[in-house]
């Protein structure tokens, strides 16, 4: 990645490569020389080859900057949300290992709440008390340096402009691509939030799987707006990883607004928008969408399902074509495109697999499923991830294939349409909400008893979390609110339930397991109005 930005500064150092809406703008020989006065710092502050080094920015020059400077050093990113609870943070900063926490103003507060978490956490297990965090956890944990980027500090951090050398030094290229380069977290195949081991190999797999895609999604001329997470796998390598490729513009947003994300596109003259499907919702009824949209050659939506009817509808209303996509985390994330299908896909279908990465269903018993009938999706190419972090667990097996949790069937042209996920994963927005993750911190409380989570439709964030709660005998209105008090505490706000349920019960299966089916059939009875209260 950090040798294509020194590719394009050679051969296109004016012309702008990153600009954020209404502010700071780098040409590619600007970023070029960022990037190198970042890998120069690091290595000045002892990060060495393999070290991690979490960044917690928000999109803005900083965050593309130090993304590339890390893998130019050969160091390992660990992009994560912002918007993470210090409770988050901690685990995540102790589970990496990571060595420095680079963060700006508007998440230092909770990485040094989150930094003193794991402090205290250290502490504890050491003294032999029962720490706050997991100790398995503990055994890779380190205090990381704090590095700020537009705050003022205190004792002990360093700021943004501090770490950022001189002037850039030589950094010996890399030499093997199967070096880490990135974990991003994810759920893989368990309820916890896990590392995916992303290696440069793999990233850049991606990356030219999507360039030669043709018709193309992205090419050199195009302005590219960057409102999608640069901590996101979608922001950050099908859309940073895209524009670096063919030496695009990119546009960082710091946050989607319907009204004013409309108003940068028009303004910065955007041409290719890669947005989640949410953002249909809100531009739903949007009066002059079309006009507002001039600039748009073609859209693109990834990272969660996207309804046929909002695509017909924007379509009809804009003119503009909408190409959908399937991909995962451990997939870096592009499988499959609507610009790869052999003619005009059908409503639903996600597009057939890029080239050089095949697909195929297995059912419960490993054999391929009859005709048009679903099974579950393994996928295989060299943009797969190299299992889980620390020790790549459950990657893929000795055939390359990887088994990803979903179930599809495929029709006779090769397009693959999404039924189901076999793991219980919610998305909010685009991102991942893991059930385990929310039960787990709902049964904190002493009034809860038992806790399931659920996903259920939601109009303008394509799914929600809602949490059924068993109380131990208080007051229902009481749990609730008692519940909702310690999410905001404890959970970034997309994972939050947007509902809560308090009931007597929840139904189990003989082996004493939550039938969460029953609870989404609850959800489906209550959506066709056929349900007005709480079991």
Not at 63 to 82: D, E, K
Not at 228 to 240: E, I, M, R, T
Not at 425 to 432: C, K, P, Q, W
């Amino acid at each position: 990645m950090a040798d294509l930005v020194a590719a394009a500064a050679v051969e296109s150092p004016d012309k702008l490569a990153v600009v954020e809406a209404g502010g700071r703008s780098m040409t590619w020989a600007e970023l070029d020389d960022e990037v190198g006065r970042i890998a120069t710092g690091l290595g000045a502050a002892g990060i060495v080859a393999g070290y991690r080094v979490m960044l917690v920015l928000g999109n803005r020059l900083e965050f593309v900057a130090t993304y590339l400077g890390v893998l130019r050093s050969q160091a390992v990113a660990v992009p994560v949300n912002p918007l993470a609870t210090p409770g988050e943070l901690a685990r995540m900063i102790a589970d990496s290992g990571a060595k420095m926490v680079v963060t700006d103003v508007d998440a230092v507060r909770v990485v040094r709440e989150g930094v003193a978490l794991l402090a205290r956490a250290v502490d504890d297990h050491a003294a032999g008390r029962d720490p706050e965090l997991d100790p398995e956890l503990l055994t890779r944990a380190v205090t990381p340096r704090v590095v700020v980027a537009g705050a003022t500090l205190l004792p002990g951090e360093r700021s943004y402009d501090h770490l950022r050398a001189d002037r850039a030094r030589f950094v010996p290229p890399l030499q093997d691509p199967e070096k880490l380069a990135c974990l991003l977290y994810t759920s893989g195949t368990s309820g916890r939030p896990r590392a995916a081991m992303l290696t440069h190999r793999a990233l850049l797999a991606n990356i030219e799987q999507v360039a030669v895609v043709d018709p193309p999604m992205m090419h050199g001329d195009d302005v590219v707006l960057g409102v999608l997470p640069l901590f996101h796998v979608y922001g950050l390598n099908a859309v940073l990883g895209g524009v670096v490729r063919h030496r695009a513009k990119l546009v960082l947003v710091e946050r989607f607004d319907p009204q004013g994300t409309l108003d940068i596109i028009d303004d910065e003259a955007c041409s290719v928008v890669p947005v989640a499907p949410p953002v249909f919702a809100y531009w739903r009824g949007e009066d002059h969408l079309a006009e507002r949209l001039g600039p748009v050659r073609l859209v693109l939506s990834g990272s969660a399902p996207l309804a046929p009817e909002l695509v017909e509808e924007f379509v009809a209303s804009t003119e503009i074509p909408v190409h959908q996509g399937y991909g995962l985390t451990e997939a870096s994330p592009v499988v499959t495109s609507t610009l790869c299908s052999t003619r005009p896909p059908a409503a639903g279908s996600v597009g057939a697999a890029l080239p050089g990465i095949d697909l195929r269903l297995i059912d419960d018993a490993g054999r391929e499923p009859e005709g048009e009938d679903p099974g579950q999706i393994q996928v295989r190419g060299a943009n797969l991830f190299s299992g889980y972090w620390p020790d790549g667990a459950d990657g893929p097996d000795d055939d390359g294939w990887w088994s990803t949790g979903d179930v599809g069937f495929l029709d006779a042209e090769g397009d693959l349409f999404l039924v189901d996920r076999l793991k219980e994963m919610v998305i909010v927005s685009g991102f991942n909400v893991y059930p385990v993750e929310v039960e787990e911190v709902i049964r904190e409380l002493d009034q809860v008893l038992e806790a399931a989570v659920i996903g259920v439709a939601d109009e303008h964030t394509g799914e929600a979390v809602v949490a059924y709660v068993v109380a131990t005998g208080d007051d229902p209105a009481t749990v609730g609110a008692a519940v909702r008090d310690h999410c905001e505490a404890r959970l970034a706000r997309f994972k939050r339930p947007q509902r809560i349920e308090v009931v007597a019960e929840l139904p189990l299966t003989v082996t004493g397991k939550v039938q969460k089916g029953r609870l989404r059939g609850i959800e489906r009875r209550r959506a066709l109005g056929l349900l007005e209260e709480a079991p």
